[in-house]
Nanobody, 114 residues
Framework: QVQLVESGGGSVQAGGSLRLSCAASGRTFSMYSMGWFRQAPGKEREVVAT????????YYPDSMKGRFTISFDDAKNTVYLQMNSLKPDDTAVYYCTYIGTNVWGQGTQVTVSS
């Protein structure tokens, strides 16, 4: 089995920054792309960022472009999400995952106040 553990969430004011980490352990899937998703109350889970671990190509929805950066460290088996210029609408529980699998972490709460 594989485990994903997110950390780094917290409460910040609008315009602030947070750096989320997702540490993988167990039988990891190094060939899979990884991604960050988020889910706010009353909303569906949505993609925040993905990264192809073979090509290094990253994808961001338009609302995250220029503000969020996804990266990974294969040696540490950890994927990161640097979030800058945070907005109240970014408030959500953030999850990491292996794209195309049903493997998820427990999530980390991000709260952005006005």
């Amino acid at each position: 089995q594989v485990q994903l553990v997110e950390s780094g969430g917290g409460s910040v004011q609008a315009g602030g920054s947070l750096r989320l980490s997702c540490a993988a352990s167990g039988r990891t899937f190094s060939m899979y792309s990884m991604g960050w998703f988020r889910q706010a109350p009353g909303k569906e889970r949505e993609v925040v960022a993905t990264i192809n671990r073979r090509s290094g190509n990253a994808y961001y929805p338009d609302s995250m472009k220029g503000r969020f950066t996804i990266s990974f460290d294969d040696a540490k088996n950890t994927v990161y999400l640097q979030m800058n210029s945070l907005k109240p609408d970014d408030t959500a529980v953030y999850y990491c995952t292996y794209i195309g699998t049903n493997v998820w972490g427990q999530g980390t709460q991000v709260t952005v106040s006005s």
